[in-house]
C-alpha cells in the first residue's frame, strides 16, 4: 500500500486525507497543534505556544466569515449548521470536525507532531518529524507528501523607508485577537484587502481615529464610520510622522499591517526543488504538483478561490495521476504549460506576487484542472456565488454580511433577503 505525508489537519489536509483513503493508500496527517481545523482554531496566544513554535492561526474574536457559507463547504458535504449565510468561525471549525468523524479521518492524524525537514531519498521521500509531546525525532519514509500548511500563517510586511525608527506601536492583522487594544488610539491601517476592510471596520468602533492606506485605483464604496478616513500608499516614516504619497502627513499611535501573508515551507529541503520569489511558489504544473518531483503537491496554493471546493478538486487531481489512472505530462510539457499560462497572466496585468490569485478567473482553473485529470469540476454556481460576495464585500461591508443565499441548482442562486 503506497504512503501520503499530509502535511497539517485542516481544511486542505483533511479533504486530501479522505481522498487518499479513497483511493486504497495510506494517510499519515502531521498536526503541530492539538486540534483539528488550520486557521479555523481560535487562540488568545500570540508569538509562540508551549513549544516555541509560531502561533499558526490567524483567527480573531467575533470572525464572521467573508464569503456565505454555501460556498464554504466541500462539493460533496456542505456546511448545513445556520440559516443565515455569513456564519461564525465556530461553524466553520465544528464543520471540519463533523467531516473527520463522518469519513473517520481521527486515526490518521498525528497531533503535536511537527515536520522538521522533508527531503527526497531516491523514489521516496524522508519526512523528519519532531514528536513535541515526548521530544523525539522520528525519521519516516513516504511514497507521496501532500503539502496542506495553509498560507495565512507567515505575516508579510511591506519595505517601507524609516518603519523601523518609528517610535510608536506595529503590529500585523496575524496578531489581531480583539479590538481593546486600539480603544482611544490613532491607528494606520495599511493594506485594503479582507482583513484590512473588515479590521478597519471594526477597530473604528473603538478608535479615537483610523486610517485606511491603500493603493486601490479609486476610494472604497464602502460609508465607514465618520472616525476613518483613507490615504493613498505610505512613502516614509520618522520617529513620530508617516509620509504618505500624496505628500500628506500624520501622526499615529499605533501602525497596523493588513498586508497579506508570505508562502512559507521551512520544513522542505532545498533538494525538494521548490522556490518562492515575491510569492510565487515555482515550479508547480496547475498551481498544484511540484514538477521537479511530482509525487509533491500543494493543495491549497491558489487564494479569491472557493477554498473546500478547489482543495478537493486539486486531491482528487493528484490522485488522478498518482493511482495511474492518468499520466502525468513529461517535466517539459509540464514546464511548458505553466510558463505559457503564467505568461497570459503577466501579460493580462498580473505582478508576480500575484501569482496564484484567481477571483473572477477561478472558475477556468477549476475547469482546467477537471479536464486535465478527467475529474468532476466544481458547479458554476460556487465560482459565479462566490465572485457575486466579493463584490458585495467591496461595495458594502458594513451590511454585506446581512445578505442570504441559496443555491438553486448546478448554476443558479438566489438572494433571499
Known sequence: MKQVCIVGAGTAGLCSARRVLENKMSATIYEQTDEIGGTWVYTDRVGTD?????????????????????????????????DISYVPSEIVRNFLEQFTHKYQLKDCIKFLHY??????????????????????????LYDYVMVCNGHYHTPLY??????????GYQMHSHDYKHSYRFKDETVLIIGAGPSGMDLCHEI????????????LPESLKTLFRSNVDQ???????????????????????IIFYCTGYKYAFPFLSTDCGIHVDDNYV???????????????????????????????LQARFC???????????????????????????????????????????QGFYYTDLAETADVEDIKPVMTSLHNESSRRFMDDLLHFRDDIFRIVDDKHFIKIN
Open 158 to 167: 511591506p519595505t517601507i523607508r524609516g518603519a523601523n525608527t518609528y517610535k
Open 115 to 140: 515536520v522538521v525537514n522533508i527531503i527526497p531519498k531516491r523514489d521516496k521521500w524522508q519526512v523528519i518529524v519532531n514528536d513535541l509531546k515526548k521530544q523525539r525525532i522520528k525519521f519516516e
Open 282 to 312: 515555482q515550479p508547480l504544473y496547475k498551481h498544484c504538483i511540484n514538477i521537479n518531483y511530482p509525487s509533491m503537491a500543494f493543495i491549497g496554493i491558489p487564494y479569491y478561490v472557493c477554498a473546500a471546493q478547489m482543495c478537493d
Open 204 to 215: 473604528s468602533k473603538v478608535a479615537k481615529k483610523a486610517t485606511l492606506s491603500h493603493h
Open 319 to 361: 490522485m488522478k495521476f498518482w493511482t495511474k489512472q492518468k499520466t502525468l505530462p513529461s517535466k517539459h510539457e509540464m514546464l511548458t504549460d505553466t510558463n505559457q499560462q503564467m505568461n497570459e497572466r503577466f501579460a493580462r496585468g498580473y505582478k508576480k506576487r500575484q501569482a496564484h490569485m484567481m477571483g473572477e478567473e
Open 50 to 82: 508551549d513549544y516555541g513554535l509560531d502561533i499558526h492561526s490567524s483567527m480573531y474574536q467575533g470572525l464572521r466569515t467573508n464569503l456565505p457559507k454555501e460556498v464554504m463547504g466541500y462539493p460533496d458535504y456542505q456546511i448545513q449548521a445556520s
Open 231 to 253: 490615504k493613498p500608499d505610505v512613502k516614509y516614516m520618522d520617529e513620530r510622522r508617516v509620509y504618505f504619497m500624496d505628500g500628506s502627513k500624520d501622526e499615529y499611535s
